[in-house]
C-alpha cells in the first residue's frame, strides 16, 4: 500500500509539474530568447481573449486580383508602394477607367502607380464589364445614366465595388477611413455612383470628365467632398450638357469596327452638376475662386471642411487625363497613322496645364472621412 501511494503521490506530483510548465508557457514565462515578443502578445491575447490579431496575407508589389461576385468572375489589379508595411494602415485611391477602356489603359493614361509609390499609398484598379473583342475587354461601368452593356444589364458595380475592398482588407492594411474614388468619362460617373451608395466607405471622390448629378435617389449617409476637373474643350462630355456621348462609337466606326448602336445620354451640364452636389453636400450656393492660372480655373462652394466642393476647369483640354499618358498605344509607333488621327480627333486637344495626380492627391489627402 505505502508502495503504491508513493507512486500514486509521484504521478500527482508530476502532472502538477506538467501544468505548472503548461501554465508557464501561455504566460510567456520562459527564459529570454525562447519566445519572441510576438508570439508572447499573441498567447496572452489567446489566453484572455480567445481571438488572434488581424494577419494581412500580401506585400508591397502589384497584383492582378479576381474575385467572384453575382455570378461573374470580375478581376482588379492593386499596385501596393515599396513603402507598405503590414503594421501601418495605407489609403487607397480606386482608379476607374472609361467607357470602352480596361485596367492596361487606366494603368497607362491615368500614372497612378507612380504618384501611389511616391506618396505611400494603394492605388487600385477595377475592370468593367462589356464584350471582348481581339483579347481586350471594352469595359464599361454602370454610372447610373451611363454607359453601355453596364447599364443594359443592370451591373451591380456598386456591390462589386464593396466586395473588392472587402477582399481588400483582407489582403491589406486599409485605413478605412482613407479610401477615395476617380476616374474619365464613365469612371468618373462611377466614382460619383459611389458617393450616392457608398459613401460609408468612400472618404472623397475626384471625377475627371464625366458628370452625373446622382438623379432621384442619391442616398448619401454623409457629405462626400469632391474635386470634379474637366476640360473646356471636351468633345464628348461637354461642358453645356446636352447630348454626351458617342465619341468611341464613332472613333470605332472610323476604323470600321462594329460599335453599340446608341451610347449617348441626355447629361446636365458640368457646373449645374457641381452646384448639384454642392447642395447635397450642404454647402450653400456662393461661390469663390481659389485659383486662376495658365488656363485652370478652380472654384469652391461656401461649405464645412467635411464637406468641400469643388470645380477646376482648364482651357484647351479635351477628353483627356490632365498630365497624363494620353497618347493611344499606336501613336507612339505610327503617329501619322488612321488610327492615331482618328483617336485625337475624336478626344480632343492635350493639355499639361494641370496635373490631375497632383491635385486629386492633395485633395484626398486634406480629406479622410470623418
Request: glycine share 10%.
Amino acid at each position: 500500500m505505502r508502495t503504491r501511494s508513493k507512486i500514486a503521490l509521484g504521478v500527482l506530483a508530476l502532472l502538477a509539474a506538467l501544468i505548472v510548465v503548461k501554465h508557464a508557457v501561455k504566460l510567456g514565462e520562459q527564459e529570454p530568447g525562447n519566445l519572441s515578443s510576438s508570439s508572447t502578445s499573441s498567447s496572452l491575447q489567446s489566453e484572455v481573449t480567445s481571438s488572434k490579431p488581424q494577419t494581412f496575407s500580401l506585400k508591397a508589389g502589384t497584383y492582378d486580383q479576381e474575385i467572384s461576385f453575382d455570378g461573374e468572375d470580375r478581376q482588379y489589379r492593386v499596385h501596393v508602394p515599396s513603402s507598405y508595411t503590414t503594421a501601418s494602415p495605407m489609403p487607397v485611391v480606386i482608379a476607374f477607367h472609361g467607357g470602352g477602356g480596361d485596367i492596361e489603359s487606366a494603368v497607362r493614361s491615368m500614372q497612378w502607380d507612380e504618384t501611389a509609390d511616391a506618396n505611400g499609398f494603394i492605388a487600385v484598379y477595377p475592370q468593367g464589364t462589356g464584350k471582348s473583342l481581339l483579347g481586350k475587354i471594352f469595359g464599361t461601368w454602370n454610372g447610373g445614366i451611363c454607359c453601355g452593356l453596364a447599364v443594359q444589364n443592370k451591373v451591380d458595380d456598386v456591390g462589386f465595388t464593396r466586395a473588392m475592398l472587402d477582399q481588400l482588407s483582407k489582403d491589406f492594411h486599409v485605413d478605412q477611413k482613407r479610401v477615395y474614388a476617380t476616374g474619365i468619362s464613365n469612371g468618373g460617373m462611377m466614382s460619383y455612383r459611389l458617393a450616392c451608395d457608398l459613401s460609408d466607405r468612400i472618404a472623397a471622390i475626384g471625377p475627371v470628365a464625366g458628370q452625373f448629378d446622382g438623379g432621384q435617389n442619391c442616398d448619401m449617409e454623409r457629405p462626400v467632398p469632391i474635386l470634379h476637373l474637366h476640360g473646356l474643350a471636351d468633345p464628348c462630355t461637354k461642358m453645356e450638357g446636352g447630348t454626351c456621348g458617342g465619341c468611341f462609337n464613332d472613333y470605332l466606326k472610323a476604323l470600321r469596327i462594329p460599335a453599340e448602336k446608341n451610347d449617348t445620354w441626355q447629361c446636365t451640364s458640368v457646373e449645374s452638376t457641381v452646384a448639384t452636389w454642392a447642395r447635397r453636400n450642404g454647402c450653400s450656393q456662393q461661390t469663390s475662386v481659389v485659383s486662376n492660372k495658365n488656363g485652370v480655373k478652380c472654384i469652391s462652394y461656401d461649405c464645412s471642411a467635411s464637406a468641400t466642393t469643388e470645380l477646376c476647369t482648364i482651357e484647351e483640354m479635351g477628353h483627356q487625363w490632365p498630365g497624363g499618358d494620353n497618347e493611344a498605344p499606336s501613336c507612339k509607333t505610327k503617329p501619322n497613322g488612321l488610327v492615331c488621327r482618328e483617336w485625337k480627333n475624336t478626344v480632343g486637344p492635350e493639355s499639361d496645364a494641370l496635373s490631375a495626380n497632383d491635385a486629386l492627391w492633395s485633395f484626398f489627402k486634406a480629406h479622410p472621412m470623418k
